[in-house]
T-cell receptor, first 113, second 117 residues
Framework: GENVEQHPSTLSVQEGDSAVIKCTYS??????FPWYKQELGKRPQLIID?????GEKKDQRIAVTLNKTAKHFSLHITETQPEDSAVYFC????????????FGAGTRLFVKA | SAVISQKPSRDICQRGTSLTIQCQVD?????MFWYRQQPGQSLTLIAT?????????ESGFVIDKFPISRPNLTFSTLTVSNMSPEDSSIYLC??????????????FGPGTRLTVL
């Protein structure tokens, strides 16, 4: 079955710096890769996603890249702010003929003011 | 995006009892799921709730322990049966909503925080 590995488990950056979180997946049939942000005591919130026919997607300070050949994808946050502090989860999903999402272990991001 | 509500938001239960969690969506969705998130951990899929038929369970989860219903396209329930302290966790309803395979997106409900004493 699908396995998603996520690194690092913890990331601490200074406000204004960039943060990068990397994930790898095992099932080449995966075609949908969402990223979720979870603040303490709250639900996971979808912040950006990418589908397998796209190599890169950007939304303001957040960007995601996908390398299907290498089976890895990354989240990039630029100009980090203290409110970016949260746990971030990557996920890989097979979205055709069903929908099954496997999540990475999560990255706890601390942005120091 | 779909608006998802769950009831109860939290509960404290005695071991050996059962709790039913409800999930309501404001629009028809293609798929509904139930996840468990233990403290400080990632999300683990319990099962896919299938409308009008038995749920599809993941390895390690069984129907006798986690019976699931989905009577229509906007509502599902998860029951945690014969609870033990190890069942203490957050249980999240999740849905897939969209126009088709190129736009389907997965969203999460607010979760139900369960504590078993």
């Amino acid at each position: 079955g699908e396995n998603v590995e996520q690194h690092p488990s913890t990331l601490s950056v200074q406000e204004g710096d960039s943060a990068v979180i990397k994930c790898t997946y095992s099932d080449s049939a995966s075609n949908y890769f969402p990223w979720y942000k979870q603040e303490l005591g709250k639900r996971p919130q979808l912040i950006i996603d990418i589908r397998s026919n796209v190599g890169e997607k950007k939304d303001q300070r957040i960007a995601v890249t996908l390398n299907k050949t290498a089976k890895h994808f990354s989240l990039h946050i630029t100009e980090t702010q203290p409110e970016d502090s949260a746990v971030y989860f990557c996920a890989a999903s097979i979205g055709t003929g069903g929908f099954k999402t496997i999540f990475g272990a999560g990255t706890r991001l601390f942005v120091k003011a | 995006s779909a608006v998802i509500s769950q009831k109860p938001s939290r509960d404290i239960c005695q071991r050996g009892t059962s709790l039913t969690i409800q999930c309501q969506v404001d629009s028809q969705v293609t798929m509904m799921f139930w996840y468990r998130q233990q403290p400080g951990q990632s999300l683990t899929l319990i099962a896919t709730a299938n409308q009008g038929s038995e749920a599809t369970y993941e390895s390690g989860f069984v129907i006798d322990k986690f019976p699931i219903s989905r009577p229509n396209l906007t509502f599902s329930t998860l029951t945690v049966s014969n609870m033990s302290p190890e069942d203490s966790s957050i249980y999240l309803c999740s849905v897939v909503s969209g126009q088709g395979v190129t736009t389907d997106t997965q969203y999460f409900g607010p979760g139900t925080r369960l504590t078993v004493l």
